[in-house]
């Protein structure tokens, strides 16, 4: 049975309009939980457990990134939903390397080799470098606040799929469940804060288009680098090589233990329609009553 059916995107519900976004405490008890916490899809864990991987480094430079733009924004109203943004983001950052530290690490798995080369892509290729000019230094920027706009389509997308997905026939362990389904859930409740921060420095249409063009496939393609490490550290499953455990992905997509990579081709190519916003991926309504009930939120409240 789907979370919140009630509360789908294709129900009649009544959105609640903007939101002033906080960032929310939360604490998960690991202590029970196993890298394959999808016991009926192990491969459809290690591609969510990828995904773990790669969020800390990746929102540490959202947060680098908006930090530096906040500096230059003097619309107070974007500035307020920036600084929620980055409150969450960090948040998001954090829970994510807990489950990394005491989910994969105290099972065994070395997850060093692949953030170190997170900690590359992030801090080195797409971090802040020392420019020229003034005016180049500005464009980097500009180039950085457009990919992260790219980065939250996918993670809106994504939060919308995770709050409606069916993982509980596949015997998923309730805390890690929980852990995707609360940042999804804020991933849709603050899905238009980085297009118009894109917007307001200026991030033009066919930089935008050109953007998702590079950002989409490095982001696949960094999935599944990290989905095939963790194969091959987990001693339970065969080392399969990449025809073959790029098969097992898509047989995981079909059960619809993890998204299809056709359904978020088209996602992606929405974002080249004139006038694009995420406003209608997902729905606002069914993200926050999921924050309000999520476990690891209502015990940090209680």
């Known amino acids: 049975m789907k979370l919140l059916p009630t ?6 519900v009544t959105e609640p ?20 916490w999808m ?20 929102e540490r430079m959202f947060l680098v990134t908006f930090g530096e733009a906040l500096e230059l924004v003097k619309d107070e109203k974007l500035r307020e939903a920036m600084i929620g943004f980055i409150g969450q983001e960090s948040m998001h950052a954090e829970s994510h390397h807990g489950a990394l530290e005491q989910v994969l690490k105290t099972h065994g798995i070395d997850v060093e080799p692949y953030v170190q080369q997170a900690e590359f892509i992030f801090r080195k290729t797409l971090g802040p470098r020392e420019m020229s000019t003034p ?24 939060g919308d799929w995770v709050l409606n997905a069916d993982l509980e026939k596949f015997d998923a362990d309730p805390q890690m469940l929980d852990l995707f389904r ?27 288009c050109a953007l998702m063009l590079m950002v989409f496939p490095i982001f696949i393609a ?3 680098r990290g989905a095939k490490y963790l194969v091959h550290q987990d001693p339970s499953l065969p080392n399969h090589r990449y025809p073959m455990l790029i098969l097992r992905i ?8 993890v998204p299809g990579i056709p359904s978020l081709l088209v996602s992606a190519l929405s974002t080249f329609k004139p006038g694009y916003t995420p406003a209608t991926v997902g729905s606002s309504a069914q993200a926050i009553a999921y924050l309000a009930q999520s476990p690891a939120a209502r015990m940090m409240a209680s």
């Not at 999804?184 to 894109?198: K, N, Q």
């Open 222 to 224: 960094l999935l599944a």
């Open 135 to 158: 005016a180049a230094q500005q464009q980097q920027l500009v180039e950085r606040l457009g990919v992260i706009a790219a980065l939250e389509h996918f993670f809106a997308w994504l």
């Open 17 to 36: 309009g903007e939101v002033a976004l906080q960032a929310r405490n939360v604490q998960f008890d690991w202590s029970r939980t196993e890298p394959v």
């Open 250 to 257: 898509f047989a995981s997509m079909w059960r619809g233990s």
């Open 39 to 58: 016991k009926r899809d192990p491969i459809g864990s290690h591609v969510l457990n990828a995904l773990s991987m790669l969020l800390p480094e990746g």
């Open 7 to 12: 509360l789908g995107r294709r129900s009649p």
């Open 182 to 208: 609360w940042h999804g859930a804020e991933e849709v409740e603050h899905r238009m804060v980085a297009h118009d921060v894109a917007e307001y420095f200026e991030v033009s249409y066919v930089r935008r």
